[in-house]
C-alpha cells in the first residue's frame, strides 16, 4: 500500500475512495439531466405529463445531482490540499475543468427549473448536444487525473 504523507494521513485512501463515489453519482445524474430534459421538452405546458417530468426531474437534482456536487468539491479540495498545488499542473486544470462543469451543472439547474415554469429556452435539438458536455467532461478530467501530464 502507498505511504500517504499529509494532514489526511492514513484517511487519504477513504477520502480519495470517497470523492470517486460522489463523481460516479453527480456525473450519473448530470447525464440524466440533460436527457430528462429532451423528454420533457416536447410536453405541453402545464399538462399531467409535464408535471410528471417536473417531479423527476426535482428529484434528480434535489437527490442526486446537487448533493453530489457539494460531496465532490469538499472531497477534491482534501484531496487537493493534502497533496499540495505546487508543481502539479495537471490538478489546476483539472479544478479548471470542474469549475467550468460545476457553472455548466447550475447553468442545466436553472435551465430546468424554467422548463417547469413552462418556457422552453433551449431547443430539443440542443438539449440533445448539451446532453454530451458530461461525457467530454469525464473524459478529460480522468485524463488528467491518471496521467498528470504536466
Avoid: C
Avoid at 27 to 50: N, W
Amino acid at each position: 500500500m502507498e505511504s500517504w504523507v499529509g494532514w489526511l494521513g492514513g484517511a487519504h485512501l477513504w477520502v480519495r475512495a470517497f470523492h470517486l463515489v460522489f463523481v460516479i453519482f453527480w456525473m450519473a445524474g448530470m447525464f440524466m439531466l440533460p436527457r430528462y430534459l429532451v423528454y420533457q421538452h416536447p410536453t405541453a405546458p402545464g399538462s399531467p405529463e409535464e408535471a410528471l417530468w417536473n417531479t423527476r426531474i426535482d428529484r434528480l437534482r434535489r437527490i442526486i445531482v446537487n448533493p453530489a456536487m457539494v460531496v465532490v468539491w469538499a472531497l477534491g479540495l482534501a484531496l487537493a490540499f493534502n497533496l499540495g498545488f505546487a508543481g502539479n499542473g495537471w490538478l489546476w486544470w483539472k479544478i479548471a475543468v470542474v469549475f467550468l462543469f460545476s457553472g455548466f451543472h447550475g447553468w442545466i439547474v436553472g435551465v430546468s427549473k424554467r422548463m417547469a415554469r413552462g418556457a422552453r429556452p433551449v431547443s430539443e435539438r440542443g438539449l440533445r448536444m448539451l446532453n454530451e458536455i458530461p461525457s467530454l467532461v469525464v473524459i478529460v478530467a480522468v485524463l488528467l487525473a491518471v496521467l498528470r501530464p504536466f
